[in-house]
């Protein structure tokens, strides 16, 4: 016992940031209906302001028009209230901006453009104080007092003092006062609140403003202890997701009871996995070690598959318009602009420098994942933001297949190998029943709880299935030869080499391009058949009316999971044929499967349109072949 207390102070003080961020987002969700998924990039840049504020002298720019003795470096509170200012106040007035255009806008296109103003935020702060750590002066007070056996700093108490006050007060906002009760009217009947005389623009900015607000103070309170990191702050204020859930998005002492709890267990568990590893295992094991803090994201998926899908109340629903159908073209039209864009890349190899072929191939592996995700999206309706890792298990797959010496216990007809072909099929199958799993929020949940539950996927995704030795292992790193390649087995570390198809090595970049060229083909092909098939009018049918689409006596959750199995095994292709260019895939954070590339990948194609060929092609074009 006494043990657990001593991780239970600094656990309650984590978890009183963690609360300030999940006030902030359930109080933007219940008043506008928006989901920032960019909540952790605010609390980035106000992270960022403050260590600009406190810690740097003020720029050249700056002391052209400053007098001397109001120059940087300033003191933490005039720092604070800088951040606070510029972060909380302005950027909740633009954010507010935003949420009006985003209040009827489809639930797609609201992830679309919260993940789109991620990136952004990500790249602004790399791209000005670059991707190294950076470290900012302690402000509050770190001397405190001993209660028993537990160091009480009265920072600490500061920090969970601040959160229990701001939590008492909203929920008094939003239960004792007219206007507070106006901000949860606002989402659902805006012109029902103007008759009332109370402005729905003047109360969404306030409540932008309060959220964003808790979003900097986070982020500034934050960065003493973790430094001041884009990548760290994002992924640290997501826990507060599963506090967010715990509340069910809507309840704010639940909240903050989540956060509480959350804050404990991340504190907690590490020393408890520690001791499992020696029992269980007698050595070390990355997963145990990556399970505390990953448990924001379990506590999320155990919300989002325990919890009656009745008491997600999905905000601003019924307010919310349909896509107009994208133009139809006739078959004729659709087979002449194919079989031109066919000839056009059948003849690029020729015409382009044949050191970039590799970049363009590459460009062929992310259309194809482009592919399963804009029939997932724009098809159906539904939403993946983990769909990098599907296309990761079928890039490991797909190595462990050729390398490991698995393939050659497996003989067919007469080969003593399993041929390229089918290793490829092999891999796509293999993200099939990740697929399913994913596809279960989508049957139990709508719009954007399957958004957050996929978001938490991924996460889990990487930092515990990845490291297990039959995924990417330790080091993170799996072989991917070509066809007709030599390599050397993992396991017995004899040397081999990979079979050609049907005699043909595809080693140089220009015969891989085709190849790519030709998985690519057969991808399209299955796209554009299922979208003019009855199930693709059907699947159509399901992102306007799931029940409509019951009423005439089709299965929505068989269609759900179906369209989601069919993206994972796309996407299990593509991701196969996207490491053969490198001829490895790695698994580290940063690398072209980490969670943050598919959220990227979603904003890219949602910016590149709804067409089912042309806009995966301009957004593989976009994301990879604009870096030639």
């Not at 005389?197 to 309060?210: E, F, Q």
């Not at 259309?367 to 890039?395: D, E, K, N, T, Y």
């Not at 580290?588 to 910016?607: K, M, N």
Request: hydrophobic letters at 55%; glycine letters at 10%; charged letters at 10%.
């Amino acid at each position: 016992m006494n043990t657990f207390f001593n991780y239970f102070v600094p656990g309650i003080s984590d978890g009183s940031v963690y609360a300030l961020c999940a006030l902030g987002m359930v109080l933007t969700y219940k008043t506008s209906g928006v989901f920032n998924f960019a909540y952790g990039a605010q609390a980035a840049v106000g992270a960022y302001l403050f260590y600009e504020f406190h810690d740097l002298p003020s720029r050249d720019w700056m002391r052209s028009f400053l007098p001397k003795s109001l120059q940087g470096p300033y003191p933490w509170p005039v720092a604070f209230l800088l951040g606070l200012l510029i972060v909380g106040v302005l950027g909740g007035l633009l954010l507010e901006r935003l949420a009006a255009l985003l209040a009827s806008a489809p639930t797609v296109m609201i992830v679309v453009a919260t993940v789109g103003l991620l990136v952004m935020l990500q790249s602004a702060m790399t791209a000005t104080y670059g991707a190294a750590d950076l470290r900012t002066r302690d402000y509050l007070p770190t001397d405190g007092f001993t209660l028993g056996q537990i160091k009480v700093s009265y920072g600490e108490i500061m920090i969970t003092a601040f959160c229990l006050v701001s939590a008492f007060a909203l929920f008094m906002f939003f239960g004792r006062t007219r206007l507070g009760k106006a901000t949860t009217a606002v989402v659902d009947d805006p012109n029902l609140l103007s008759l009332q005389k109370m402005s729905p623009a003047a109360v969404r900015r306030l409540s932008w403003v309060l959220g964003s607000s808790f979003a900097t103070i986070a982020g500034m309170l934050l960065a003493p202890k973790l430094g001041v990191s884009v990548n760290t702050l994002v992924l640290i204020v997501i826990a507060a997701y599963g506090a967010a859930a715990i509340g069910l998005f809507e309840n704010l002492p639940l909240t903050v009871g989540g956060a509480f709890l959350i804050g404990v267990l991340i504190n907690y568990l590490p020393s408890q996995t520690q001791h499992l590893d020696k029992v269980i295992f007698g050595k070390h094991n990355i997963i145990f070690q990556e399970l505390p803090r990953n448990t924001p994201f379990i506590v999320l998926l155990i919300v989002f598959l325990a919890v009656p899908a009745r008491k997600l109340t999905e905000r601003g629903v019924r307010n919310a318009r349909k896509f107009a159908p994208p133009r139809q073209f006739p078959m004729s039209v659709t087979v002449a602009g194919f079989a031109l864009l066919l000839s056009a890349m059948v003849l690029l190899p020729q015409v382009i420098d044949s050191a970039k072929l590799s970049q363009y191939a590459a460009g062929l592996g992310y259309m194809i994942i482009f592919l399963s995700l804009g029939m997932l999206v724009w098809m159906s309706g539904q939403i993946s933001l983990c769909h990098m890792g599907f296309a990761a298990l079928g890039a490991t797959t797909m190595g462990h297949m050729l390398t490991t010496g698995f393939s050659h216990h497996l003989p067919l007809i007469g080969h003593s190998f399993v041929p390229w072909p089918v290793c490829l099929l092999i891999a796509g199958l293999a993200a099939v029943p990740f697929g399913a799993i994913v596809a279960i929020p989508a049957i139990r949940l709508a719009g954007i709880y399957v958004a957050v539950a996929t978001f938490g996927f991924g996460i889990v995704l990487q930092y515990i299935v990845y490291p297990m030795w039959c995924f990417f292992g330790i080091p993170p790193l799996v072989p991917i030869p070509r066809p007709g390649n030599d390599f050397t087995l993992f396991r017995t570390g004899q040397h081999g080499t990979t079979p050609g198809i049907f005699g043909v090595d595809f080693i140089s970049d220009e015969r891989y391009y085709y190849l790519c060229l030709i998985v690519t083909v057969l991808m399209a092909a299955i796209v554009l058949l299922v979208r003019r098939s009855r199930l693709g009018q059907l699947l159509r049918a399901l992102a306007d009316s799931p029940v409509a689409v019951e009423a005439h006596g089709a299965n929505a959750t068989i269609m759900r999971v179906f369209i989601f199995c069919l993206a994972a095994f796309m996407a299990g292709i593509g991701g196969a044929m996207l490491s053969g260019v490198p001829e490895q895939a790695s698994g580290t954070p940063g690398g072209i499967y980490d969670y943050t590339f598919s959220l990227i990948i979603v904003a890219v194609l949602g910016f590149c349109g709804r067409r089912p060929i042309l806009s995966p092609l301009l957004a593989a074009a976009v994301f990879e072949v604009s870096k030639v």
